[in-house]
Structure formats: C-alpha cells, structure tokens
C-alpha cells in the first residue's frame, strides 16, 4: 500500500484517515471490505471526504441510486468517490436515453449493478448495442437487456457473435429466450456453453438458459445427476464464464476465504 501511495504516510489518522472511514462504514461498507479497499487501491485515502467524496455520494443518490445500493456501488469501483461524477453521470445519462432509450430510473439500475459505466467510452458502448439490434431484436428489448444485464455493453463483439451462432445453429433457441436471460453472452461458449449443453443433450435434457448456466460447476453436475426437478430460483447476482476487463474490478480474489459480508458486496465473475 504504501509503495502505491507513499502520500498515505504523511496522512494525519485523526483527522483525514479516521473521518473518512468512519463515513464509508455509515454507509454500510463493513471495515473488512474497507481494508482491502485500501490495500488495493490506496489512493482512495487521498480523496478529500469534504470536497470530492460526500458530494459525489450525494451526487449518486440525487440521480436514483439507492441508498442500500451504495456498498455495493463503491466496493465494486472506488474511484468513483473521487471522479467529477456530476458531470459523468449527466453524460452517460443522457446518452443512455437518447441512444439506447433508457430512462433516469434504468440508468441508475444499470449504475448500481456495474458503476464502471460512469466512465465507459460511449463508443465502447455502442457496439454490442449494434450487434444486438443487428440481430434483429427490438430497440425495446436491447434496453431491458442491459438494464438487466449492464456487463452486455463492455463484451468484445466478437465473442458474442461466436455465442449467437452456437445459440441459433446448434441449441436450434427462440431469440426471446436471450431477451429474458441477456447473461447468456457474458459466459466462456468453450468452457461453459457447450460443455454443459452437450450434457444435457446426452441426457435428453431441456431447461432454461438460467438454469444449466446461471451456478457453479458443482451445483451444475448435482443437478444433472439428481432425481429431481429442482425449481429455477432468481437470486441477486449470477455467475458467469469469464471476468470482464473493467477500470476498477473486483477486490476481493477468488481464491480467498469470505465472509458473509464480503459475499454480500462481490459482483464478480466466477470462472
């Protein structure tokens, strides 16, 4: 920490580090997530609590992020306290409703789910949108997807036209099956998409999309050899084939041992 961000040594406790803490664990932000915050990204300590990160905390509730969402929000991507978010947030604001017709109330779902979007080049942006609509899926539909699934507009299009192909011309599935289950395209099609459906087609089996991908390997194989049907449950985080390259990725590895708050806050993308 203190190579990437010597300045942290010069900091007073009582009256930078402390305050600044103490604010982020009222808003919910449990102290352990904090710490590893910090590890990761020391910087944040040199955000000024006054002038950059209460306003730009006011800024995310005046645009309709919920305040239950805000743990989340800043454990996903930090550097959100310290951009001129006002200015972001109008930005991308407008562009999601005068490109992709999303309103105010979407856009601040789309920002609770996957922050990073605040700064995401509109170009970037606009790709796997084109590829949707040039797939001949209604303008309506394309924004449902990504309100439901933000993580659809950084994917290379590339990738998702070799999951559509796979869709269309082998799983032989009705486009509306992708307009309710958008996560579809955020999965590894070599390492998830055709391993699982090969095995269910062997066993002669047919579900939903969620429900042979949206869980674990583990789960996944319980449920192809169980005696049962197991009932599809929606949950409020999904696990997908491969991590997205985003400014401000997960901070909690995989490979450690979590808590239940630590859980809580995670967004990541399980391989």
């Not at 808003?27 to 006054?50: H, Q, S, T």
């Not at 082998?170 to 289950?181: A, H, N, Q, S, T």
């Not at 985003?246 to 909690?252: K, M, N, Q, Y």
Request: charge should be neutral.
């Amino acid at each position: 920490m203190v190579t990437q961000y010597p300045y942290f040594l010069g900091m007073r406790v009582g009256t930078v580090i402390k305050p600044l803490v103490d604010y982020l664990v009222s808003l919910g932000l449990p102290k352990k997530i904090l710490a590893r915050m910090f590890e990761k990204r020391a910087y944040v300590l040199g955000y000024d609590l006054g002038e950059t990160v209460k306003p730009n905390v006011e800024c995310l509730i005046s645009f309709g992020i919920r305040r239950e969402a805000l743990p989340s929000v800043i454990s996903q991507y930090p550097q959100i306290l310290g951009l001129p978010l006002k200015a972001k947030m109008s930005t991308q604001q407008y562009f999601f409703n005068f490109k992709l017709k999303i309103d105010p109330e979407g856009f601040a779902r789309i920002v609770e789910k996957m922050p990073q979007i605040v700064s995401l080049n509109q170009h970037v942006i606009l790709k796997p949108v084109e590829f949707l609509l040039g797939r001949g899926i209604p303008a309506e539909d394309v924004a449902k997807m990504v309100v439901c699934c933000p993580q659809l507009v950084a994917l290379q299009v590339g990738i998702m036209k070799n999951s559509y192909y796979f869709f269309k011309s082998e799983m032989g599935r009705p486009i509306k099956e992708l307009v309710e289950f958008p996560e579809y395209f955020t999965y590894s099609l070599e390492s998830r998409i055709k391993p699982r459906y090969q095995s269910l087609q062997r066993k002669g089996i047919r579900f939903s999309l969620s429900w042979f991908l949206n869980c674990s390997d583990q789960r996944f194989e319980e449920r192809l050899q169980g005696d049962y049907i197991e009932t599809e449950t929606m949950g409020p985080c999904f696990f997908m084939g491969g991590k997205l390259e985003l400014p401000g990725s997960e901070i909690v590895s995989e490979e450690e041992e979590e808590s239940d708050d630590e859980v809580l806050y995670r967004r990541t993308v399980l391989l």
